[in-house]
């Protein structure tokens, strides 16, 4: 096991998105993207995904070289054509233009469409947080979740991401899926051998298994909270697809792309300028006091706090990795 700086992880994984077709600015982001979920402890969208990113490149389902138009809607609104490209550098192309908008007019949609999302989904949203907007981030991937009394799955696994600013300068994030694992965990738990949790997911006849493998062929996994996560994932497909002209989970065929494993789908994000409220106690200070009666209450840690002392570890120690995954990453850098 060795340590990497954040820096010189960036650096590596940005010379295997180069090597593998996409252009500067692509592997710029992206690279940072899964080095920060490395950092932070959020393994199944990590160093984990690279092997995915390279295999779907290669197959030419996604264009990593793909340049993203933006298109005004309106005072508050904003659209993205990602081109078949990454939403994340369609985000970082919209965001200055959406943050504006949302200083303006007090909120904004940004509306991506044809866009494929493989990482977390937190770090859609901290940065607006932490120039003291509130965000909402919803996207769909491809259909792995059965809503309950469904033969075949419909819904993607639909991560919503939350992000608020607290007093001092910090912030409250969650970022979840619908489903009761992420898809990568799953990967992962069929990777290492590991059972799931009981309620996490059918085999291919539709009976309860706790196997992964079950579930990667020809199964699904089940909403959280069962038809109330069902309805919240709902909710993802129309805000996600519908609302942004991308496809819906159980639309997205890569049967033509061997080896393609991100969802091109859509993403919308909301963005809300609290200080249009009009109260008397400033945002950050009520999320604060929200903050404080929870931990009067017992409750040790807050959305994110994992995350965020994971990133304080990483940053001051290094970041974790293994020496088969540093070969296997290295492999990588070969086209």
């Not at 493989?118 to 003291?132: S, T």
């Not at 059972?195 to 291919?204: H, K, S």
């Not at 009520?286 to 017992?298: F, I, K, P, Y």
Request: charged share 20%; aromatic share 6%; glycine share 10%.
């Amino acid at each position: 096991m060795t340590h990497m700086d954040f820096d010189a992880l960036v650096a590596l994984l940005r010379r295997i998105f180069l090597a593998n077709g996409t252009s500067e600015a692509v592997a710029d982001i992206l690279a940072r993207n899964c080095a920060s979920a490395e950092r932070d402890g959020a393994m199944s969208h990590g160093l984990f995904r690279m092997a995915g990113y390279v295999s779907t490149l290669r197959s030419g389902w996604v264009d990593g070289r793909a340049q993203p138009q933006l298109e005004d809607g309106g005072a508050s609104f904003l659209r993205v054509d990602a081109a078949n490209g990454f939403a994340q550098p369609a985000l970082a192309i919209a965001a200055p233009m959406a943050i504006d908008k949302a200083r303006a007019t007090g909120a904004c949609v940004v509306a991506i469409r044809r866009s494929h999302h493989f990482a977390a989904l937190w770090p859609d949203v901290e940065p607006f947080a932490q120039q003291g907007l509130v965000a909402i981030a919803m996207v769909n991937s491809m259909a792995y979740v059965a809503p309950p009394g469904a033969r075949h799955p419909v819904y993607g696994t639909n991560p919503l991401a939350f992000a608020a600013p607290r007093a001092d300068e910090r912030i409250v994030v969650f970022d979840q899926a619908v489903s009761v694992l992420a898809h990568g965990d799953v990967q992962i738990a069929a990777r290492d051998g590991h059972m799931l949790p009981a309620d996490a997911g059918v085999d291919a006849a539709g009976q309860p298994t706790r196997d992964p493998q079950a579930v990667l062929d020809g199964g699904a996994l089940l909403p959280f909270g069962g038809h109330k996560g069902a309805a919240i994932a709902l909710m993802i497909e129309i805000m996600a697809a519908a609302l942004t002209g991308g496809l819906f989970s159980a639309e997205v065929d890569w049967s033509a792309h061997p080896g393609a494993q991100t969802p091109c789908t859509g993403e919308c994000l909301i963005l809300i300028d609290p200080s249009r409220s009009g109260s008397a106690v400033g945002f950050a200070d009520r999320v604060e006091q929200m903050v404080t009666a929870l931990q009067e209450a017992g409750q040790a840690r807050m959305p994110g706090d994992r995350r965020f002392a994971a990133r304080e570890k990483a940053m001051r120690e290094g970041i974790p990795v293994s020496a088969h995954m540093l070969r296997q990453l290295e492999a990588l850098t070969t086209a």
